[in-house]
């Protein structure tokens, strides 16, 4: 069945170094993704839409070189963490569409040191 | 603007208790309305979307478009239902059908 995976599920980098999360989609093709934050006990919070082929559109107060988002096929998104701080720190999920609902990877934590 | 407000952060019940979990929404057009929940170490998952009027693990929730609120309700409350609760947005016609999610609602059933 369709499923969003997401890779690696948790990683540690130290500051000032970058970070690629990849996000895909599995038995099924999304020209969409969304990329989520969620700080500890706090909801998810938007970060950026990815569009396959195109920019991604980023929500407000998110740095876009900072957070630097591909989506170069119908099943594959990342989004590098570059010139990670420690207040990057957080749980990142992506999340992709099928047509009948919005499903949810697994996320990946990053610490960084 | 849409937003998401889950006024409880946390709700605990006795087994077997009635349940309510709280939401409201502001939105200005027509929204679709979801509950998602996360069960401890496991991914976020759909639970149930106002469109398809249906019950799952014995949970409802009613579009009340007057008092903008889509509330999540269980009659008996079991243990395994203790999770973390988020009610979602999206609005139609919505760009990618992006979601904003409430603050989440952590319910614990206890024995």
């Known amino acids: 069945g369709a499923v969003v995976s997401q890779h690696p599920s948790w990683v540690i980098c130290k500051s000032g170094t970058s970070v690629k999360i990849e996000c895909r989609s599995l038995d099924f093709q999304a020209t969409t993704m969304f990329w989520y934050r969620q700080f500890p006990k706090q909801s998810l919070m938007l970060m950026a839409t990815s569009n396959e082929g195109s920019k991604a559109t980023y929500e407000q107060g998110v740095e876009k070189d900072k957070f630097l988002i591909n989506h170069a096929s119908l099943t594959l998104s990342t989004l590098t963490v570059t010139s990670a701080h420690p207040e990057d720190s957080s749980f990142y999920i992506c999340?992709?569409?099928?047509?009948?609902?919005?499903?949810f990877g697994p996320g990946t934590r990053l610490t960084v040191t | 603007a849409q937003r998401v407000t889950q006024p409880e952060k946390l709700l605990s019940v006795f087994k077997g208790a009635p349940v309510e979990l709280k939401c409201n929404y502001s939105?200005?057009?027509?929204?679709?309305l979801f509950w998602y929940v996360q069960y401890s170490r496991q991914r976020l998952q759909l639970l149930l979307r106002?469109?398809s009027r249906e019950s799952i693990k014995g949970f409802t929730a009613d579009l009340n478009k007057g008092e903008t609120s889509f509330h999540l309700k269980k009659p008996f409350a079991q243990e395994e239902d203790s999770a973390m609760y988020y009610c979602a947005l999206s609005g139609r016609g919505n760009a990618g059908n992006m979601l904003t999610f409430g603050g989440g609602t952590r319910l614990m059933v206890k024995p």
């Open positions: 999340s992709a569409r099928t047509q009948r609902e919005q499903l």
């Open positions: 939105y200005s057009g027509s929204p679709e």
């Open positions: 106002h469109i």
